[in-house]
Nanobody
C-alpha cells in the first residue's frame, strides 16, 4: 500500500521540542521533493519546510527559520521535522507530503503539492503557553 504515516505529535509547553517522523511505504523519495506542511484552525494550509530532490536545497517558512530542521533518511524512507523553541502559534495539524518534483512549478507551490502529492493523515501538535 502506498502511504505516508506521521508520528511524533503531541502536547508540549512553549519553549519545548518535538520531533515529527514520516515513514513512506510503497514508494521511495527518489526524484521526489519532500516536505512538511501545517494547518491551524481557521487558516489555510502552509508550507513549513521542504527539501528539493534536485540539489538538496531546503525551504523554511520565515516563522520557523532557526527553530525547525527538516531531514530525511532515504535508506529508511523516512523524513523528519525537528521542532525546537516551540511557540503557541506553532499549534496546528502537521502533514508530511512527497511529490514528483517534475510536477512542481516551484518547491513551495502549494497547489501543485495538493494536486500531485501524496499526503500523510496529519499529526496534531499543540503548544501551550
Amino acid at each position: 500500500e502506498v502511504q505516508l504515516v506521521e508520528s511524533g505529535g503531541g502536547l508540549v509547553q512553549a519553549g519545548g521540542s518535538l520531533r515529527l517522523s514520516c515513514a513512506a511505504s510503497g514508494f521511495t523519495f527518489e526524484d521526489r521533493a519532500i516536505g512538511w506542511f501545517r494547518q491551524a484552525p481557521g487558516k489555510e494550509r502552509e508550507a513549513v519546510s521542504c527539501i528539493s530532490s534536485k540539489d538538496g536545497s531546503t525551504y523554511y517558512a520565515d516563522s520557523v527559520k532557526g527553530r525547525f530542521t527538516i531531514s530525511s533518511d532515504n535508506a529508511k524512507n523516512t523524513m523528519y521535522l525537528q521542532m525546537n523553541s516551540l511557540k503557541p502559534e506553532d499549534t496546528a495539524v502537521y502533514y508530511c507530503a512527497a511529490v514528483a518534483e517534475i510536477m512542481l512549478d516551484d518547491l513551495t507551490t502549494l497547489k501543485d503539492w495538493l494536486h500531485f502529492g501524496r499526503w500523510g493523515q496529519g499529526t496534531q501538535v499543540t503548544v501551550s503557553a
